[in-house]
């Protein structure tokens, strides 16, 4: 299973336009041939995958995501360790997994704020709204989908952890304002 992330554009923005602001960022834009998302959106509207490949490990849409801690406490039992040092060493290891998520955190951000960017400048240059669709897939991106449950956001009110809380499979449309 693989991760996507399908842009929304309607069909009067002029692919080059967009091609060049997706570029900017390290990002490129394959048509997605899906009649079953097509059918959901309307005849207005192309949608546009934004890597060669998938998106897995995308930040959008990861915020539910996040992997739980598990504490080794048992197995240190099995091999004889007191309970006082087990205590300690889950300490440590929750200390170091809060480091690590953390890190990841600030990665996420750092990837979200880029997509704001790319959001701003497809708004700033005359569409009146996009849509981004996080999506998993188990086998092609064209294949028969259910049609996404929809969301709407006012680009004012969109702030970077807002994508990372981006519920998976859902369409969201961002408008300028």
């Known amino acids: 299973m693989c991760t996507f992330i399908t842009l929304f554009l309607p069909t009067s923005f002029p692919h080059v336009e967009a091609a060049a602001i997706m570029e900017r960022s390290g990002r490129r834009l394959f048509a997605q041939d899906s009649p079953s998302l097509q059918a959901a959106v309307g005849l207005g509207w192309q949608p546009w995958l934004s890597a060669a490949h998938c998106d897995c490990g995308t930040a959008l849409a990861s915020a539910l995501a996040e992997p739980e801690w598990k ?99 859902t369409l969201h449309w961002i408008e300028r304002g």
């Not at 440590?92 to 704001?116: F, N, T």
């Not at 709204?129 to 956001?153: F, K, N, T």
């Open 71 to 169: 504490g080794d406490a048992e197995r240190w039992r099995k091999k004889g360790w007191s309970e006082a040092k087990i205590a300690r060493a889950l300490a440590e290891q929750l200390a170091r997994h809060a480091q690590d998520q953390q890190v990841r955190r600030d990665e996420a951000l750092g990837d979200a704020g880029q997509w704001l960017q790319r959001i701003d400048a497809l708004l700033q240059s005359g569409a009146a709204r996009i849509g981004l669709l996080v999506r998993d897939y188990d086998g092609s991106v064209d294949a028969r989908q259910p049609a996404p449950p929809e969301r709407h956001w006012s680009r004012n009110q969109l702030a970077a952890a807002d994508l990372l809380g981006f519920a998976p499979g």
